[in-house]
C-alpha cells in the first residue's frame, strides 16, 4: 500500500512521465476532470485558484477521465478545449480510469485514504497537504471557490513528515 501520493507516478498529456514525489512539501488539489461535462465550468475556477496560491505551493493537478463518457475524442483534443475555454495551464495527465478493475492507481489510493468508495462523478477533487496524505475530498458539484479557506489553510502548514 502507498504511503502517500509521492508513491505514484502519472503520464502528462506530452507523453512524459510525471512523477508526483516533484510535489513533494507541496499542496496538490487532484481532480478527476471531463470536457464536455456540465461542470467543466469548474475548469476556471481551477485555474483561478492556481494562478492565486502556486507561488506559495499549491499545485493543481487534472486527471481527465472518459469514464462517465464526457471527455473529448483524445488527449490532444482535451488540452486544446481546457486551454481555449478556460485558460487552464495547470499540468493535466493523459485520461485515466477512476473505478473498477482498470482504475489508475493513484485514484485508488485517493479513494482509500479519504475513506469514501466510488467516484461518482467527473470533478471529484482531493486536497493534499505537504505530507502527501489526502486531508479532504469534495464532491463534484462542490466549486473550487468554496473550499479556498482549506487550501490556504494547508498552504500555512508548514509542518511535513
Known amino acids: 500500500m502507498a504511503e502517500s501520493v509521492y508513491d505514484f507516478t502519472e503520464t502528462e498529456m506530452s507523453g512524459a512521465p510525471l512523477d508526483l514525489s ?3 512539501g507541496q499542496v496538490l488539489l487532484i481532480v478527476n476532470t471531463a470536457s464536455n461535462c456540465g461542470l467543466a465550468p469548474q475548469f476556471k475556477g481551477l485555474e483561478e485558484l492556481y494562478q ?12 481527465p477521465s472518459n469514464q462517465f463518457h464526457q ?6 483534443e482535451t488540452h486544446d478545449y481546457c486551454q481555449r475555454h478556460y485558460g487552464v495551464t495547470f499540468p493535466m495527465t493523459k485520461r ?12 485508488t489510493y485517493l479513494k482509500q485514504a479519504a475513506g469514501h468508495g466510488r467516484i461518482k462523478w467527473n ?14 475530498r469534495y ?13 490556504r ?6 509542518s511535513e513528515d
Open 22 to 24: 516533484q510535489y513533494r
Open 52 to 63: 492565486k496560491y502556486q507561488q506559495e505551493g499549491l499545485v493543481v493537478l487534472g486527471l
Open 71 to 76: 471527455e473529448k475524442a483524445d488527449d490532444d
Open 96 to 107: 485515466v480510469m477512476v473505478n473498477g478493475d482498470d482504475a489508475d492507481p493513484l485514484f
Open 123 to 136: 470533478f471529484t477533487k482531493f486536497l493534499i497537504g505537504r505530507d502527501g496524505r489526502v486531508l479532504e
Open 139 to 151: 464532491a463534484p458539484t462542490t466549486r473550487p471557490a468554496t473550499f479556498e479557506a482549506a487550501i
Open 153 to 158: 489553510d494547508a498552504l500555512a502548514d508548514r
